[in-house]
T-cell receptor, first 115, second 115 residues
Framework: EPEVTQTPSHQVTQMGQEVILRCVPI?????FYWYRQILGQKVEFLVS????????KSEIFDDQFSVERPDGSNFTLKIRSTKLEDSAMYFC?????????????FGSGTQLSVL | AQTVTQSQPEMSVQEAETVTLSCTYD???????LFWYKQPPSRQMILVIR??????QNATENRFSVNFQKAAKSFSLKISDSQLGDAAMYFC????????????FGKGTRLSVIA
């Protein structure tokens, strides 16, 4: 089965630093997502992306966050100035269709630790 | 806003036995989708089963089946003939019908399988 690839698997950074989390969605997919999971809490939606623009974003996705699809394969999440509370597992996901019951393919996540 | 509640933080089952994981949700919508995702130690989120709310018939995927009670807003997952490889975190998720809307996740249930 095709896979969504995320790099790095672990990222440690100092508070206030910028981080870029990278994702390679499945090649023929058109819809891309970032979710995050703070330890012990539920998985939360951050942002969805289609046709080179944000489709929807949550309250978590403030001005410190941005997403980009710099080329035909990568999908990145940037946090400009990390805070301690940004420490979480970040999941990228992609899907091929618009329909609500479409299967989302998730990556294995990037564990971000902000010190 | 929709919410998803999983009231069992942890469950355990003997190998080859059957276990049921509970999920309830709150919504004012009449049509929507429900999902169960599995997160093994590899941390990748894997779709186990999905259900369209307009379908009365409960979804089944091999050893996995659901008991969908729309009036009660309940969506439990039954795993039959449990295997060691079923040990994982299981997340219940909700999605509105308009395409590309975010998944709303519960906090998860950690399932242990005892040999």
């Amino acid at each position: 089965e095709p896979e969504v690839t995320q790099t790095p698997s672990h990222q440690v950074t100092q508070m206030g630093q910028e981080v870029i989390l990278r994702c390679v969605p499945i090649s023929n997919h058109l819809y891309f997502y970032w979710y995050r999971q703070i330890l012990g809490q539920k998985v939360e939606f951050l942002v969805s992306f289609y046709n080179n623009e944000i489709s929807e974003k949550s309250e978590i996705f403030d001005d410190q966050f941005s997403v980009e699809r710099p080329d035909g394969s990568n999908f990145t999440l940037k946090i400009r100035s990390t805070k301690l509370e940004d420490s979480a597992m970040y999941f990228c996901a992609s899907s091929g269709l618009w329909t609500g019951n479409e299967k989302l393919f998730f990556g294995s996540g990037t564990q971000l630790s902000v010190l | 806003a929709q919410t998803v509640t999983q009231s069992q933080p942890e469950m355990s089952v003997q190998e080859a036995e059957t276990v049921t994981l509970s999920c309830t949700y709150d919504t004012s919508e009449s049509d929507y989708y429900l999902f169960w995702y599995k997160q093994p130690p590899s941390r990748q989120m894997i779709l186990v089963i999905r259900q369209e709310a307009y379908k009365q018939q409960n979804a089944t995927e091999n050893r996995f089946s659901v008991n969908f009670q729309k009036a009660a807003k309940s969506f439990s997952l039954k795993i039959s003939d449990s295997q060691l490889g079923d040990a994982a975190m299981y997340f219940c998720a909700y999605r509105s019908v308009p395409g590309n809307t975010p998944l709303v996740f519960g906090k998860g249930t950690r399932l242990s399988v005892i040999a």
